[in-house]
């Protein structure tokens, strides 16, 4: 269960709620900023997994983490490493393209969108890269075009390095990823355009040389739920319009350029990539097309505020129906 939109202790506790319910692992975004300014909290995430980590047993997933901007590839790898020598066997990595509201904060260029899939890209190989070299004892080195890692050793490693995601919606991205990455995050698609990344993925894979059967197949899906319809519309609209916005979010800069945005989002904007819904059969419905398609697993964020309350109705009635 993805966990945002609360202070950092809070996170903790419902983390340790979630894993006391059925749910097999926490997943944290890396944001410097909430999109919203009424969200009010964007902890660091690196810092919140490791907490997350003392008080439960699932996997742990720093989702959306973006090399090369706040953070260099070699202090993401050292981040990584370090929690998953924590908590053995636990931790994934995936890493995005990043957006402007979380990486322009250091005054660095903010580049274009193909330029921000080739950096990430040249992230993934270095980061991979280190983590094998550390795991042998090996210094690493890496020069790309937008990338430089000089002589390098991280001397604190888990005995198996974090897998490295691709996190995408994009299938020419996705079947990139297949070539040189551990799996994908798939984010914010349907059903059936999570089918189609997967496809691009095996393609990517095999085009590679490499076996798509071993690529992790990670899926996070954005849900709305409350106890009446009424409700689930209106918290989808206050705490996640963008998840009604039709453009690439990719330049916006701040919580309160986009608060103005929202306020031009109704319920007509709301479709399907975001389920809406009171009915926990849809929300079951919705996981199993997932995991139907081939993910081994589905994150599912809850857009409102109603955290506890959405984790009790979903170990009672939507885990049952997945077996």
Do not use: C, K
């Amino acid at each position: 269960m993805p966990i945002d939109r609360v202070s950092p202790r809070e996170a903790v506790a419902l983390a340790e709620r979630a894993d006391g319910a059925g749910f097999r692992g926490a997943l944290a975004a890396d944001l410097f900023q909430p999109w919203l300014p009424s969200l009010g909290q964007a902890p660091f995430v690196w810092s919140l997994l490791s907490a997350i980590g003392e008080h439960t047993a699932g996997d742990l997933f720093a989702g959306m983490t973006v090399p090369g901007y706040r953070l260099h590839p070699a202090t993401l790898a050292q981040a990584a490493a370090t929690l998953a020598a924590l908590h053995p066997d636990r931790v994934w990595l995936s890493v995005a393209p990043g957006e402007a509201i979380n990486e322009h904060v250091t005054g660095a260029s903010w580049p274009e969108a193909p330029e921000r899939i080739e950096r990430m890209f040249e992230a993934v190989e270095a980061i991979r890269r280190l983590f094998a070299a550390s795991s042998s004892g090996r210094d690493s080195r890496y020069r790309g075009e937008y990338v430089t890692l000089e002589t390098a050793r991280l001397w604190t490693t888990p005995a198996v390095p974090p897998r490295v995601l691709v996190a995408t919606g994009g299938p020419a991205t996705a079947r990139r990823a297949g070539r040189v990455a551990d799996g994908l995050l798939a984010v914010g698609v349907r059903p059936d355009q999570g089918r189609r990344l997967l496809q691009r993925l095996s393609e990517g894979a095999e085009a590679a040389g490499r076996d798509p059967a071993g690529l992790l197949r990670i899926a996070h899906v954005n849900v709305s739920w409350a106890p009446d319809q009424a409700q689930a519309i209106r918290q989808a609209l206050a705490r996640f319009p963008i998840g009604a916005m039709r453009f690439a979010r990719g330049d916006l800069r701040s919580p309160q350029l986009v608060e103005q945005i929202a306020a031009l989002v109704g319920p007509e904007d709301l479709d399907e990539r975001l389920l809406v819904s009171s009915d926990p059969d849809r929300h079951g419905e919705l996981l199993s097309q997932f995991l139907d398609a081939g993910y081994d697993q589905v994150y599912v964020h809850n857009v409102g505020d109603n955290h506890a309350e959405f984790i009790d109705m979903y170990a009672a009635r939507v885990l049952p129906l997945l077996g």
